[in-house]
């Protein structure tokens, strides 16, 4: 048993002053990460300071058709929220489609975001892991790393990010509003989450004492019939094996522009721009989302057992675009599927 201290604010101000003035403390919401960790001994925060009273439960429309999400709003709330089902069924559905009803209950959205990686040999203490204690090495680089990821990797660590939501909020371009000692910041989503290279430990640029405030994404009007597709081993409470977040317009079967981001194959939420580079200003079809699909992922690195992601990869966005352009048939012309 290790103590640690609790307390409970009910202002930003003072959570971010309470835990700016001690290293040894952390920021507490739903629990459902933090809590897990420090029984495992992967963190070792020696006070927790409880954000649950935190005015910052919000889910608010902007003017324009933009949404503004609270930091302490709990996901099952987030996903049920009008203006979000609306307007960004992606987040949704990725919402949905994360973890059990009863934690999605608890988890916060600020939470969700700033959530560890579930790679098995970062949760091992007894094992090598770069991200949790920098320069012992990668247990997974040659051990068993099915679930982990192609794309994004260094040398140094192949785990995976395991938010949906994070996909979809990259792919829509949000913002991560943030509030520290230093003041306001404002931090696109897909620049929030930091790939491994040489540094894997330092996974985004939120600082001690740095607190996520909220989330807001920006009107996009194409996202009204947006999906998130999550592949996946068993049809609840699973990570993803591959998924995608997608929207897409058209004019007379062209596409005229696209959004599209992918989870589960890769270090961070993964901003497919190669895919999107290929698709606009050409024909939906299936030809057309082969290409893009290739495009992407032609950089993937395997490893022993994962190779099977580079695959699975593509077809994820292949299906995930003829789901969102109207063609939901799952058998191609060759009798395949997509």
Not at 254 to 263: E, F, K, N, S, Y
Not at 276 to 297: D, I, W
Not at 301 to 319: D, F, Q, S
């Amino acid at each position: 048993m290790r103590p640690v201290s609790y307390s409970r604010v009910a202002d930003v101000a003072t959570a971010i002053g309470t835990v700016a003035a001690d290293p040894g403390s952390t920021f507490l919401a739903g629990g459902t990460t933090e809590v897990d960790l420090q029984r495992i001994h992967v963190a070792s925060a020696k006070r927790l300071v409880d954000i649950n009273d935190l005015p910052l439960r919000q889910v608010e429309e902007l003017p324009g058709g933009g949404v503004r999400i609270g930091a302490v709003a709990r996901m099952s709330d987030v996903a049920q929220a009008l203006p979000v089902r609306r307007r960004f069924p992606m987040v949704s559905q990725a919402l949905l489609l994360g973890a059990s009803a009863q934690l999605r209950n608890m988890a916060s959205i600020g939470g969700n975001l700033m959530q560890r990686t579930r790679c098995g040999y970062f949760r091992d203490v007894a094992a090598a892991c770069n991200k949790r204690e920098p320069g012992t090495g990668c247990s997974a680089m040659t051990g068993v790393n099915r679930g982990h990821a192609v794309l994004g990797t260094s040398e140094h660590c192949i785990a995976t990010h395991p938010s949906d939501l994070a996909v979809a909020l990259v792919a829509l371009d949000a913002v991560v509003l943030t509030q520290g000692p230093g003041g306001h910041r404002e931090i696109l989503a897909d620049d929030f989450y930091l790939a491994p290279g040489d540094t894997p430990d330092r996974e985004h640029p939120i600082a001690h004492g740095e607190l996520v405030v909220a989330v807001q994404i920006p009107p996009l009007p194409m996202a009204s019939t947006s999906i998130y597709l999550k592949v996946r081993d068993r049809e609840s409470y699973e990570f993803a094996l591959a998924s995608a977040a997608v929207a897409v317009a058209l004019d007379a079967g062209v596409v005229t522009d696209v959004r599209l981001a992918l989870g589960g194959v890769s270090s961070k939420p993964w901003r497919a721009r190669r895919a999107e580079s290929v698709l606009v200003g050409a024909p939906a079809t299936v030809e057309s989302f082969r290409a893009a699909a290739e495009a992407e992922m032609a950089d993937a690195v395997p490893h022993a057992m994962n190779a099977y992601k580079i695959e699975l990869g593509r077809r994820t966005i292949v299906r995930a675009l003829r789901m969102v352009t109207g063609d939901a048939r799952m058998v191609s012309e060759d009798g395949n599927p997509p």
